[in-house]
């Protein structure tokens, strides 16, 4: 399993323009065997902080470079540039749990 991180922040559309790009996105997303579990937001976030956080998993990284190399979501660049002006990714494979 993998697990992305990822900080996006919105453009001028605001939270509703990204949340309008992932509104088209997630179903590819789950087709992919993606599961976002969390997508987080601070009402109260300083200026340079994300506008949204995700944490999503993947069953392997095959899967994640299958769902980023679909077709439909190539198609949904030009909308995704419209409606995130930045997004920074971290995926890890590797987990330890603290006791």
Known sequence: ?????ALLYASNNGINGLREFESKAIPILREHQG???SASFNEN????EPDEIHVIHF???ESFKAYKNDPRVIELSSLKEQMISKMEVYVTN??????
Do not use: G, V
């Open 35 to 37: 599961e976002l579990l």
């Open 1 to 5: 399993m993998i697990q992305i991180i």
């Open 59 to 61: 069953p392997n990284i």
């Open 94 to 99: 590797r987990f330890h749990q603290y006791l």
């Open 45 to 48: 976030k300083a200026e340079n």
